[in-house]
């Protein structure tokens, strides 16, 4: 039993091998390095869809795909879909996080709510799919702080913690996130559509 995870991003990649080798254990799960679709969907559902699908039709196996972002209430749900490139196309990561800083830097805390989304996408050979939704509550901090994790985890606080995500403690990020929250969703239907 094998399943392709059509990403490229390789902190995805390890975040989803710890999720999955605990989760989905006895399937294999290789790394995908097809061609890219083009992400033009206008949710994270439809552009997740089109990775799984993508890599699905390529490789003839069933797979994964991992749409996510941070969706800022005060800025209406952005940079939501457009996260991983919000200063603009090849602009360094670091970018991102200080202009969405910058953008509710005005804001009192209690103004600063926002959330990841992470949707989970599955798609077989055969034309089925699937997807399902985790959402990772909490607030926009007023500087980065912290090593771990990647993207806006340094500017982001859980609720129900005192730091930022990128200073939890290891597993806790596993454990609880919108990765974890989806992809512990989508095993229990990845499960019974593989089932022989
Ligand atoms: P693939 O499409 O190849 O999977 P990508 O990085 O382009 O890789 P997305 O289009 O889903 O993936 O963009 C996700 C962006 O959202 C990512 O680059 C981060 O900036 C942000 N993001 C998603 N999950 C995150 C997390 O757990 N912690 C911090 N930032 C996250």
Redesign the pocket.
Known sequence: NRVVL????Q??VD?LRRILDVTLPGIEVLAYDGP?PV?DGAT?AE??LI?ARAAAAHTGLPAI??????CVDVLGGS?G?F????AGPGRD?AE?LRLVLWQISDMADEHRGAH?T?VAALALPDGTERHVTGI?PGQILREATGEG?????PI?KPNGHDSS??DLAPGV?DAE???AIAFGELVPVLTELLRP
């Open positions: 059509a990403t490229h991003n902190h995805k975040e890219e992400e994270f552009n997740a990775k795909a991992d749409d996510s972002g941070i940079p879909i996260s991983a490139r919000w990561g991102n990841f992470c990772w994790g990647f993207g806006y985890d982001f995500a990128a990020k996130s919108h990765r």
